[in-house]
T-cell receptor
Framework: KAGVTQTPRYLIKTRGQQVTLSCSPI?????VSWYQQTPGQGLQFLFE???????NKGNFPGRFSGRQFSNSRSEMNVSTLELGDSALYLC????????????FGSGTRLTVV | DQQVKQNSPSLSVQEGRISILNCDYT??????FLWYKKYPAEGPTFLIS?????DKNEDGRFTVFLNKSAKHLSLHIVPSQPGDSAVYFC??????????????FGKGITLSVRP
């Protein structure tokens, strides 16, 4: 079955702009989580959605927001971009079975200039 | 507050030898632990996991050990191969709902396996 698809793969934006990233989970998976990866900081949790509801939220400013649609696809939005927002943004989907097999997409590399 | 800690940023081992990657956690509500492997420009790939009711789980060359009293887990790779060179992340979660249910990651450790 198809994996987790993230679009676009690469993005260059200017400070002050906003950006929207997209994630299509594995078919049948209802949970989608978003992470930010920067050098030396590992994977920082942004938020998690389940059945169109935000289930968990990390410690990021309100400029970072997300949503999930009825088909489980998710988007995250970052407004008023800052240089420090440059990172690899990863999306993971998981099912409802006993094995928490989170599957990650390849990520979107965002560069803010 | 770093709830999952991978204190060694890097590890270098000889091909054929054992690689031991360590991870500590502070949140006693964590009851499920996972290891992921990541290559540059790719998403993390699930390797192996362990539930808190076990102290060992083995899958081929990969074995994860869990010491609940010490809040410590380790990933053993035997024998190590050059293709194992990557960044390894330890992750933990607790329960199916609430703040602890999200997957919390350590900062990762870069493993280099020398031919």
């Amino acid at each position: 079955k198809a994996g987790v698809t993230q679009t676009p793969r690469y993005l260059i934006k200017t400070r002050g702009q906003q950006v929207t990233l997209s994630c299509s989970p594995i078919s049948g998976h209802r949970s989608v989580s978003w992470y930010q990866q920067t050098p030396g900081q590992g994977l920082q949790f942004l938020f998690e959605y389940f059945s169109e509801t935000q289930r968990n939220k990390g410690n990021f400013p309100g400029r970072f927001s997300g949503r999930q649609f009825s088909n489980s696809r998710s988007e995250m939005n970052v407004s008023t971009l800052e240089l420090g927002d440059s990172a690899l943004y990863l999306c993971a989907s998981s099912g409802t079975g006993g094995n928490y097999g989170y599957t990650f997409g390849s990520g979107t590399r965002l560069t803010v200039v | 507050d770093q709830q999952v800690k991978q204190n060694s940023p890097s590890l270098s081992v000889q091909e054929g030898r054992i690689s031991i990657l360590n991870c500590d956690y502070t949140n006693s509500m964590f009851d499920y632990f996972l290891w992921y492997k990541k290559y540059p420009a790719e998403g993390p790939t699930f390797l192996i996991s362990i539930s808190s009711i076990k102290d060992k789980n083995e899958d081929g060359r990969f074995t994860v050990f869990l010491n609940k009293s010490a809040k410590h887990l380790s990933l053993h790779i035997v024998p190590s191969q050059p293709g194992d060179s990557a960044v390894y992340f330890c992750a933990a979660k607790g329960g199916r709902a609430g703040a602890n249910s999200k997957l919390t990651f350590g900062k990762g450790i870069t493993l280099s396996v020398r031919p």
